[in-house]
């Protein structure tokens, strides 16, 4: 009998738009074995939900919500001021500004409501499943195993990468 482990991260958007960029983020959680639930949600549009999503993000169990939008980003600050978990950011890469209108309302945040922010689009995605994993592996010693193994597939990746040179 295989016994079902409790989402522990909370992947939000604001857009289905988003999810090519999002995705990235589950793949590696998927890979590193997190378990993981993921919701289109909006500060603009949805507002009630985003609320009720924040408020109750903790009791349902999760330790980290990343919230990836774009433009005027406003998703991850909004879930930040309703809840304690950490909330990783990811700034969604948009067409007429590149994602710099999106980082900008991301991270920079006041006092009382912090988003740790990460780069603009497919490599920020990934780093925030990273982030979020390296958050559970401070108290989660298979994770923290996950995280190691990857690094050494990093630096054989990289270091076989000289065979290219001509
Ligand atoms: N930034 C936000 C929020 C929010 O912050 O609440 N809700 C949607 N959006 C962003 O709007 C962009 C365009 O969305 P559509 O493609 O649906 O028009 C998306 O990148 C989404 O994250």
Same mark, same amino acid.
């Given at each position: 009998?295989?016994?079902?482990? =409790?989402?522990?991260?909370? *992947? =939000?958007? !604001?857009?289905?738009?988003?999810?090519?960029?999002?995705? @990235?983020?589950?793949?590696? @959680?998927?890979?590193?074995?997190?378990?993981?639930?993921?919701?289109?949600?909006? =500060?603009?549009?949805?507002?009630?939900? %985003?609320?009720? $999503?924040?408020?109750?993000?903790?009791?349902?169990?999760?330790?980290? +919500?990343?919230?990836? =939008?774009? !433009?005027?980003?406003? @998703?991850?600050?909004?879930?930040?001021?309703?809840?304690?978990?950490?909330? +990783?950011? *990811?700034?969604?890469?948009?067409?007429?500004?590149?994602?710099?209108?999106?980082?900008?309302? +991301?991270? &920079?945040?006041? $006092?009382?409501?912090?988003?740790?922010?990460?780069? /603009?689009?497919?490599?920020?995605?990934?780093?925030?499943? %990273?982030?979020?994993? &390296?958050i559970?592996a401070t108290t989660?010693?298979? /994770?923290?195993?996950? @995280? %190691?193994?990857?690094?050494?597939? &990093?630096? *054989?990746?990289?270091?076989?990468?000289? &065979?290219? $040179?001509?």
């Open positions: 009998m295989s016994v079902e482990m =409790a989402n522990v991260v909370g *992947v =939000a958007m !604001g857009s289905i738009s988003d999810w090519p960029t999002m995705k @990235l983020a589950c793949e590696l @959680l998927e890979k590193l074995g997190i378990p993981y639930e993921k919701h289109v949600i909006s =500060a603009h549009r949805m507002p009630d939900e %985003l609320q009720a $999503f924040g408020k109750s993000a903790r009791n349902n169990g999760l330790k980290v +919500i990343i919230a990836g =939008a774009g !433009g005027a980003a406003h @998703l991850p600050g909004m879930i930040a001021a309703n809840t304690t978990l950490p909330v +990783i950011g *990811v700034p969604i890469k948009t067409r007429t500004l590149n994602g710099v209108d999106s980082l900008l309302s +991301i991270v &920079q945040m006041p $006092f009382g409501a912090p988003v740790a922010t990460v780069s /603009i689009g497919e490599s920020g995605a990934k780093n925030s499943a %990273l982030l979020a994993a &390296q559970l989660d010693k298979t /994770i923290e195993k996950k @995280l %190691l193994d990857l690094k050494h597939e &990093q630096k *054989v990746e990289a270091k076989n990468s000289e &065979q290219q $040179f001509d």
